[in-house]
């Protein structure tokens, strides 16, 4: 059972990254799936959620606009599509799985390993 992520790096300000994630040994089509952001110093944010089939997202005020989640339950793999990124955005991306309940995403129960995203 895991969520693996990848495509973090250095980019200037402005710029786009798209980052990935594929989970393995759970039943993942039926899951929210989101993108938690930890910058240094700061607490921990929820950046992206998505529900199960994809109709639902949630963004923080703080991306909305600019970043993008998917997913594919064939694959199996959810994605962030950052934009306009900014030095704030830098930080630790991690992708994470949550039971939907109710409507909305609940507490995540695995997480990733983190990619690092660096905008500078």
């Known amino acids: 059972v895991q969520l693996v992520e990848s495509g973090g790096g250095s980019v200037q300000n402005g710029g786009s990254l798209t980052l990935s994630c594929v989970a393995s040994?759970?039943?993942?089509?039926?899951?929210?799936m989101g993108w938690i952001r930890q910058a240094p110093g700061k607490e921990r944010e929820g950046v992206a959620r998505?529900?199960?089939?994809?109709?639902?997202?949630y963004y923080a005020d703080s991306v909305k606009g600019r970043f993008i989640i998917s997913r594919d339950n064939y694959k199996q793999m959810a994605y962030l599509s950052m934009n306009s990124l900014k030095p704030e955005d830098t930080g630790v991306y991690y992708c994470?799985?949550?039971?939907?309940?109710?409507?909305?995403?609940?507490?995540?129960?695995?997480w990733g390993q983190g990619t690092q995203v660096t905008v500078s």
């Open positions: 998505m529900s199960p089939g994809g109709s639902w997202t």
């Open positions: 040994g759970f039943s993942y089509s039926t899951d929210c």
């Open positions: 994470a799985a949550g039971d939907w309940e109710g409507g909305s995403c609940a507490a995540a129960f695995l």
